[in-house]
């Protein structure tokens, strides 16, 4: 067995980094620094604009990034529209209620002016998750770059989306076939601080549960009364839903938190709290608010990683191929 010096190690891991790196797309932090060196800015002051205007920006922002790495990779597929021919993944029963697409439109059509034909829709996504974790007060992190925009977008991938009602062992392996361990599922779960739910994603948990339980028994009961009272039956009100944590509009640990409350509005999200493999981490984000920022910023590089394109194109307008 060969035995290194600490400075040699050091070189050594630092090959296998780059190498691992190039091998899979050639992504970089200062990949705009020379064509596009306004890239960021532009990006983050058209994430602002539109939050202040719209407070539900960011959540809608994070959600999108997130449902563009899961299908097909982070390849801005999620922003291509349907067509006579294809039905694309934003209609995709999942996607249907994805909003803020005009965000990205807008930051696309001030790049195009300013570095035409360079920035990816891809990377505007990356960037913009970022930007808004940031500003609701969320930890900062270098968005690597280079990423290339996809040109299949389908509506019937969508299915392989982790869903709400999931379990955990359902969701570890969601997790794991895009290289993702429990440590970043039970992380990135936790940008449901910025989230809200229409009430079709959790009702099931609130009537005829199951034939012994009419509610979900791993809900807190004066939880589960508050929510039956906002999604009544019937329901006429479309809007209807629940804030995912009591600090919607602020990027906090408070998620975590309401979890250990047994206030998790997703059985998704309560779930964490029952399976040995993730309470523990539940435990820590909820004791220590700076640890989970440092967990999700890693896990997000991690995410914005998962099928990034070599040799797909920069598209001129983020809802149609070139």
């Not at 050091?10 to 890239?39: E, G, I, N």
């Not at 997703?266 to 640890?291: K, M, P």
């Amino acid at each position: 067995m060969a035995v290194f010096s600490p400075r040699k190690l050091s070189l050594l891991v630092l090959f296998l980094v780059m190498t691992v790196s190039r091998s899979k797309a050639a992504l970089d932090a200062h990949y705009y620094d020379q064509t596009c060196p306004q890239a960021e800015k532009i990006i983050r002051d058209t994430v602002r604009n539109a939050s202040m205007f719209d407070t539900k920006v960011p959540a809608r922002i994070l959600r999108m990034f997130f449902h563009d790495c899961f299908i097909r990779g982070c390849d801005a597929s999620v922003l291509l529209d349907s067509t006579p021919q294809n039905q694309a993944e934003k209609d995709g029963p999942p996607n249907v209620s994805l909003r803020a697409f005009y965000v990205i439109d807008d930051a696309k059509t001030k790049l195009e002016s300013a570095c035409p034909k360079t920035v990816s829709c891809a990377d505007i996504i990356a960037i913009a998750a970022r930007d808004v974790v940031t500003m609701s007060g969320g930890p900062f992190w270098n968005v690597l770059k280079g990423r290339k925009d996809g040109r299949v977008s389908k509506a019937s991938e969508t299915i392989n989306l982790p869903a709400p009602t999931f379990n955990v062992s359902t969701l570890i392996q969601s997790f794991a076939k895009r290289g993702l361990g429990v440590k970043d599922l039970v992380a990135v779960s936790g940008g449901h601080t910025l989230g809200f739910s229409h009430c079709s994603s959790f009702e099931a948990r609130l009537r005829n549960f199951s034939s012994v339980h009419d509610i979900d028994p791993s809900m807190h009961p004066v939880f589960a009364e508050t929510l039956r009272k906002k999604c009544p039956k019937p329901n006429t009100d479309r809007n209807a839903g629940q804030f995912l944590d009591s600090t919607a509009s602020t990027f906090d640990n408070d998620y975590y938190k309401q979890v250990l409350a047994r206030k998790g509005v997703f059985g998704s999200d309560q779930a964490l709290l029952s399976d040995y493999r993730t309470r523990w981490i539940v435990e820590s984000f909820a004791n220590d608010q700076s640890l989970w920022f440092r967990e999700f910023a890693a896990s997000m590089v991690k995410l914005g990683n998962v099928g990034v394109m070599e040799n797909g194109e920069v598209r001129l307008n983020c809802r149609v191929v070139n």
